[in-house]
């Protein structure tokens, strides 16, 4: 008889105060640790160390950081050194939760709490379930921030296959396109010039469970709040008070786009996008975006090379007011043929906006062709789609019904009780198969390019 999963700490360094998605998800998983009753600590970046009861079932701990030195200086980062030693922030809360899991959501700085845990650093922790959630891929961040092309795809191959894959029991992804890096990271077969025997050295050093990497993977893609997110607040007032905000024509067609204003979200097409829709001598488009982050300067650059407020940015908008901006916009643009998961567009859909996006990447998972309008992320598709989506009002009507049903179908209730439901599942088959997981000396010893020869 197995116990049940009632008790579980999550890592991560992706959780601020103005932050997109990875913030959404995690608040609707505390609100769902309430109605499930199940304990869960949530342990992030902040100014001060402190805690912060959420209900009576999460709690959010914050411990010191300072701000990043590099990529997105806006949000605090936890370094490796503020929980490798002994009687760390990180440390001490950890044996004060002393939770049957331990879920890490980061790749870079976080990762070695897996490798720390797996190879008994931490003994009096004992043996809690070690999770990774993946909500990016680290190809697509190498792309983005430093090499792209065969190097990057290189780095975070030997990166993600060699040490942050064989550092936890299991993997969770938000979309089966982010989850794709796992086998590409793993398999022999996607790799055909790897060292054989430099893979299983490390496998072994990390002690690696002997566990089949089907086994170990599972895809639960994130929800959006319909509540909050709908169609009915279109009204005249506040179309009226959007417009009166970016201080653009009252016929405006408007134009939307709600993320980070960085370069992994691709907002140059969004640029040369507004470089052909403002060529159209019948519509005054105007693009309005909703967000911040490194490329906000340059956007406002660009964009005042286009006319007056052609680009209007309203930085950071809370979601109250986001909400009401989706559903009295014209479209909502969505640039990104990368994006791991994107809980924008989906979103967008609930409000009732025609949305524009990338036929790639982890939108897939719930954007068709029926609901929105998909396209190849070329300036000139871009222009078509939204022209598309402007003037066909049959189609219009009919796509967005569609992603209306989506979105009633794609709740962030479904997908937080699909996760808790997927460590349960995991929990249950790591209690079964404990030894393939704990044992460090068998580990020591296995070949492990028995798994990974598919």
């Known amino acids: 008889m197995t116990e049940k999963l009632t008790k579980t700490v999550h890592i991560t360094n992706y959780y601020h105060k103005n932050s997109g998605g990875i913030s959404t998800s995690y608040n609707a998983l505390m609100a769902a640790a309430a109605r499930h009753e199940r304990e869960m600590a949530l342990i992030v970046p902040g100014e001060i160390e402190e805690t912060e009861v959420v209900n009576d079932f999460a709690k959010i701990h914050y411990i010191p950081a300072k701000y990043s030195p590099v990529f997105d200086k806006r949000y605090r980062i936890i370094m490796p050194w503020q929980y490798l030693p002994g009687g760390s922030h990180m440390r001490k809360i950890l044996l004060e939760e002393m939770p049957q899991m331990v879920e890490v959501t980061d790749k870079y700085t976080l990762s070695m709490i897996g490798a720390m845990i797996r190879t008994n650093k931490f003994k009096q922790l004992g043996r809690p379930m070690l999770v990774h959630f993946s909500c990016e891929r680290m190809d697509d961040n190498i792309s983005s921030f430093l090499s792209g092309g065969s190097i990057g795809k290189w ?44 893979i299983n050295k490390t496998w072994r050093w990390l002690k690696a469970p002997r566990v089949p990497i089907e086994d170990r993977i599972a895809v639960c893609p ?114 990104n043929p990368r994006e791991p998961f994107g809980i924008a567009p989906l979103e967008a859909m609930a409000s009732g906006v025609a949305t524009v996006a990338p036929n790639a990447g982890g939108i897939l998972s719930y954007a068709t062709d029926d609901n929105i309008w998909l396209t190849v992320p070329e300036p000139e598709a871009f222009a078509a789609a939204v022209r598309d989506a402007v003037t066909n009002e049959e189609l219009r009507k009919r796509r967005i019904a569609a992603a209306l049903e989506t979105a009633r179908n794609n709740t962030r209730e479904a997908s937080t009780d699909n996760l808790f439901a997927c460590y349960d599942k995991f929990y249950d088959y790591f209690q079964r198969n404990r030894e393939l997981f704990t044992d460090r000396e068998a580990a020591s010893r296995f070949d492990f390019n028995e798994l990974l020869d598919v």
Do not use: C
């Open 155 to 198: 780095v975070s191959r030997r990166l993600m296959g060699n040490y942050n894959f064989p550092s936890f029991d299991f993997h969770i992804a938000n979309s089966s396109y982010t989850a794709e890096e796992f086998y590409a990271s793993v398999e022999a077969k996607n790799n055909p010039r790897r060292s054989k025997w430099f």
């Open 222 to 335: 994130r929800g959006v709040d319909i509540k909050q997110f709908r169609p009915d607040r279109m009204s005249d007032a506040i179309r009226q008070e959007l417009i009166e905000r970016t201080g653009v024509q009252k016929d405006s067609i408007l134009l939307l786009y709600a993320g980070r204003i960085s370069p992994e979200k691709n907002i140059p097409l969004l640029i040369e996008m507004m470089k052909i829709l403002t060529k159209d001598a019948d519509r005054d488009y105007r693009l309005i975006v909703a967000g911040a982050g490194p490329l906000a300067e340059t956007l406002e650059t660009e964009g005042n090379k286009l006319g007056e407020r052609k680009i209007v940015q309203l930085g950071h908008l809370d979601k109250e007011t986001l909400a009401n901006y989706y559903a009295n916009a014209d479209v909502f643009v969505h640039p």
